[in-house]
């Protein structure tokens, strides 16, 4: 008995302990949370591109997305909005001159050149503290995509992060002259489709094709920059080979030329500046060649204001580039990199900031609708709205978002499944520096820019002038590029055992 009266007064002498110890603890743990409520707020710059004008409730849903954050993580964000055509100099700009930025968004194409330059905080050991949602939500095989000799300066947004390509247009035109779209399955099948737009419509080109394929018709992984690919989307041998120099090239541009002497393209495809959609929406042209996604005909639909239909032309692949093409960075000069990533951490997480981000604010801008889709309040439209970003795709994670009425209701799983689905080049995660020869590169860019445009939206004739741009590019050092960025690949194969 006296064994048991001082085992139970062991016990209520330590339960007395700890409950002092929990008292001391729990009156620290108020003190520090009464100690961040009175912090004054960490208030994060945030520059991303905008296309068009910025919307004018820009502010409204920059307070709505600060009153979360500020409640969450003790921090409000204020929005720099850039112009596209504006976005890569002034952020870059603004990173030369030290000015306060905290985190932008990074586009695929300059993300190396960041890099290189020093001028992105590794992520490393920031998203381990506070990324949790980041790295869940991405995935081992997209988040290590961008990463730089074991490093990681950005992190890709979640959306179609694989990417196919084909033709869309307008589904009145299919009905009213029967096209029969059954057959066609690659990039020369869509002639007849062009033909018959042509002989019956006109006044109307069949096709704006005035991107040219450049960015919209793939069948290579283009490491990047297409100075220096990998043939068959990355499936075959790791070589690099010049682009321009291929057979298939050579076929493509050659079947351009064709069909824009045959009046299937705009006839000032290479000086109009008008957007392809704006094109399509004026009725000047019954389609596009363009990559594509689920969904994309509702998209376009909505944007053109008249039904459009997909025409799949090319498999959905996965490399890089198709990963890193919108990613998120913090700056170097971040005064506040912890907050800046649990800022970012939001954008992957939290639902209200990403409908925030992608809809405006609930019952101004949209409303929810009894079908469990989101559209316009009563009274609203696309043409009145104060808030049309329109960019969903550029804020962290956009299958958090709600369904917008007109799309499939499982339009995120699809993605999902899209993403998960495509076939992936062999090269995913390979990220060149070009720095050791960025004196070429510049030379070579050069002369793509003179030939390019014109040679893949058939102005120029291929037979003169496709000799004279292997030529040029020769000149310029295109060789001494491949060769670097096979060296860099073949060091990355190597070291990530990928034959």
Same mark, same amino acid.
């Given at each position: ?38 912090? $004054? ?11 068009? $004008? ?43 001159? $030290? ?111 005035? #991107? ?6 793939? #069948? ?38 064709? !069909? ?53 032309? $090319? ?43 992608? !809809? ?43 369904? !917008? ?6 339009? !995120? ?87």
């Amino acid at each position: 008995m006296k064994k048991r009266l001082g085992f139970l007064s062991s016990i209520v002498a330590l339960t007395v302990m700890v409950s002092a110890c929990g008292s001391e603890n729990g009156a620290e743990s108020s003190k520090k949370q009464d100690e961040k409520k009175t912090e $004054a707020p960490v208030e994060l710059t945030v520059a991303f591109p905008v296309k068009g $004008a910025i919307p004018k409730d820009m502010q409204l849903v920059n307070d709505e997305i600060n009153r979360i954050s500020k409640e969450k993580i003790n921090a409000t964000v204020k929005f720099l909005p850039i112009s596209y055509s504006a976005y890569v100099n002034q952020v870059n700009l603004m990173m030369t001159s $030290a000015e306060k930025l905290d985190l932008m968004v990074e586009w695929g194409p300059y993300y190396s050149s960041y890099v290189a330059k020093g001028q992105m905080l590794a992520l490393d050991d920031l998203l381990s503290k506070y990324g949790k949602d980041v790295s869940q939500s991405l995935g081992p095989v997209f988040l290590n995509a961008p990463k730089v000799k074991g490093k990681l300066y950005g992190v890709p947004t979640i959306r179609d992060l694989a990417m196919d390509y084909g033709f869309s247009m307008r589904k009145d035109l299919v009905t009213k002259y029967n096209i029969d779209l059954s057959n066609v399955k690659k990039l020369d099948d869509l002639e007849s489709v062009l033909k018959t737009i042509k002989e019956n419509e006109p006044s109307m080109a069949p096709m704006t094709n005035k #991107t040219s394929l450049y960015g919209t018709f793939s #069948t290579r992984d283009s490491l990047g920059d297409d100075l220096g690919v990998l043939l068959n989307n990355g499936q075959g041998e790791l070589k690099v080979v010049n682009w321009y120099e291929t057979p298939e090239y050579a076929n493509v541009v050659k079947l351009m030329r064709k !069909w824009n002497q045959a009046g299937y393209a705009i006839k000032d495809v290479v000086t109009n500046k008008e957007s392809e959609n704006t094109i399509i929406k004026a009725g000047k042209a019954a389609g596009n060649l363009t990559h594509m996604k689920p969904g994309f005909a509702e998209q376009q639909t909505k944007i053109i204001g008249t039904e459009m239909i997909a025409i799949k032309l $090319a498999p959905a692949v996965v490399n890089t580039s198709t990963v890193n093409g919108v990613m998120w960075g913090i700056p170097q000069g971040s005064k506040n990199p912890d907050k800046a990533m649990q800022f970012l951490n939001l954008m992957y997480a939290d639902k209200d900031i990403v409908n925030l981000f992608n !809809w405006g604010i609930e019952g101004k801008h949209y409303v929810k609708k009894q079908d469990g889709f989101v559209g316009y309040p009563a009274g609203v439209n696309e043409n009145n709205t104060g808030y049309d970003l329109n960019q969903g795709f550029m804020f962290g994670n956009s299958f958090l978002a709600d369904v !917008w009425e007109g799309n499939d209701k499982n339009i !995120w799983q699809e993605m999902k499944k899209f993403n998960e689905s495509a076939t992936r080049s062999k090269a995913l995660g390979f990220t060149y520096d070009n720095t050791s020869v960025k004196t070429e590169v510049a030379a070579v860019t050069n002369v793509v820019n003179q030939y390019r445009l014109g040679l893949e939206d058939g102005a120029f004739d291929p037979d003169k002038e496709l000799p004279k741009f292997i030529s040029e590019l020769k000149a310029a050092g295109i060789d001494k590029i491949i060769a670097e960025k096979q060296k860099q690949l073949d060091a990355w194969a190597k070291e990530n055992n990928v034959k």
